[in-house]
């Protein structure tokens, strides 16, 4: 098990965690419907990238 050697400091600690906070969560415009989706998931009517790979209710 990995055991540290010095203490980090405060400073270094909040440098550390700096690049954590994320002022919006990036989205993405789905090309076929024009929805808004969150990037690197499905749309709310299963689009990905331009293809269904869901189907909904309303569909099955």
């Keep these: ?12 600690r909040g440098m550390h965690r700096s690049h954590q906070h994320l002022e919006q969560p990036p ?4 090309p076929t419907t024009g929805e808004v989706h969150l990037r690197h998931h499905i749309s709310p ?3 990905y990238r331009g293809r269904q790979v869901v189907k909904t209710k309303s569909e099955a």
């Excluded at 098990?1 to 270094?12: I, T």
């Excluded at 989205?27 to 789905?30: D, K, M, S």
């Design 1 to 12: 098990m990995a055991v540290q050697q010095n203490k980090k400091s405060p400073s270094k």
């Design 45 to 47: 009517n299963g689009f």
């Design 27 to 30: 989205v993405a415009v789905e």
